[in-house]
């Protein structure tokens, strides 16, 4: 599906301000989707002008683009805390809670992030809601008994209130969709999740269950772009 160039210009524009944020000798994670693509554009020509920055990314297709348009690009393992995260999100609450993993990234997303000293989530201001859920929250599980471990997702859902709460398989190609560690994801419609870091405990509690896309306290800042303009809404220190 191709993106209206509105939407493009948004994701662009806040990916631009994003850049405000890098400093010379930063060591910074690279995110996943079409916003963080954005960034990784506008990035690569300070880069190629001089700046000093390193990035490790997020998942195999950042690493490639980031490689391709000549980012220096490095194991996480190797650089150890990160000085700045620079990720998109499928949705963000005004407790600058988060849905990710839409692109399939969660997991890495997820380690990346807790590696960085400060998370900035980079949107078109739609991403932007007053309750989470209404995206279906990705769930990534072992293909081992993936179906078992799908009914309890569901099990725990109906018994926390949200009783129609369904876990699709997430397929491509007509098979199971591999995430980029060879792990499955569910995607869970919850509808409108009541308490987050709730559900988000909870959901980490179920054997099988890798990691899921509900990011709780670790955004920084939302920085969202809409029509009239990009503003930046900053968290708790
Ligand atoms: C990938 C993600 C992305 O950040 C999320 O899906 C948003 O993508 P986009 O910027 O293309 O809207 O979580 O796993």
Redo the contacts with the bound molecule.
């Keep these: 599906m191709n993106t209206p160039p509105a939407a493009e210009a948004m ?1 662009r524009a806040a990916a631009a301000r994003a850049l405000e944020f890098v400093e010379d000798g930063m060591k910074i994670g690279l ?6 693509d954005a960034f990784l554009d506008l990035l690569a020509p300070l880069v190629h002008a001089g700046l000093k920055i390193v990035g490790t990314p997020t998942s195999q297709r950042t690493a490639d683009k980031a490689r391709a348009l000549g980012i220096p690009i490095e194991e996480l393992d190797m650089l150890g805390p990160l000085d700045l995260v620079v ?4 949705e963000a609450d005004g407790d600058l809670n988060l849905i ?7 997991l890495r ?1 997820k380690i990346v992030a807790a590696s960085g000293l400060r998370m900035l989530v980079i ?1 078109d201001e739609t991403k932007l809601v007053d309750r989470l859920g209404a995206f279906a929250l990705p769930v990534e599980v072992v293909p081992f008994g993936h179906g078992s471990t799908a009914r309890r997702i569901a099990a725990v859902a109906h018994a926390r209130g949200y009783p129609h709460m369904v876990p699709v398989l997430r397929t491509k190609d007509y098979a199971p969709y591999r995430t980029d560690n060879g792990n499955y994801i569910y995607d869970c419609p919850f509808g409108a999740i009541e308490n987050v870091p709730l559900l988000a405990v909870t959901l980490s509690t179920i054997p099988g269950v890798v990691e899921h ?1 509900l990011f709780v306290g670790m955004a920084s800042a939302l920085v969202l772009a809409g029509p009239s303009g990009v503003r930046v809404i900053v968290g708790p220190p």
Aim: glycine letters at 38%.
């Design positions: 994701k995110g996943t989707g079409s916003t963080a990720d998109g999100a499928d990710k993993g839409g692109g399939g990234a969660l997303e949107a896309g």
